[in-house]
Nanobody, 116 residues
């Protein structure tokens, strides 16, 4: 079993930045596709950013392109989501998810609130 833990959420003003972190209980990220998802109240969970195993390939939702950056540090077994130029519509619970050896693992989520 693998546990994922997100951290770094909080309250930030519009235009501000946050960096989310995701750690895993086992060293799986080097062999995983890892994504950041978010879910706002009353809305479906959506994929925000995805990084493929080696880290050379990334994909982003159109709504965050140019503002968010996903990265991973295999040596530290960490995945990050750098969020810049935050907007109120980015407010949501953000989840880390890893697909590894046929299984999909989820963290418990971290709240991001963008408000003045």
């Amino acid at each position: 079993q693998v546990q994922l833990v997100e951290s770094g959420g909080g309250l930030v003003q519009p235009g501000g930045s946050l960096r989310l972190s995701c750690s895993a209980s086992r060293n799986i990220f080097s062999g995983s596709a890892v994504g950041w998802y978010r879910q706002a109240p009353g809305k479906q969970r959506e994929l925000v950013a995805l990084i493929i195993r080696g880290g050379s390939s990334t994909n982003y939702a159109d709504s965050v392109k140019g503002r968010f950056t996903i990265s991973k540090d295999n040596a530290r077994n960490m995945v990050y989501l750098q969020m810049d130029s935050l907007k109120p519509e980015d407010t949501a619970v953000y989840y880390c998810s890893a697909h590894y050896l046929g299984n999909t693992y989820w963290g418990q989520g971290t709240q991001v609130t963008v408000s003045s």
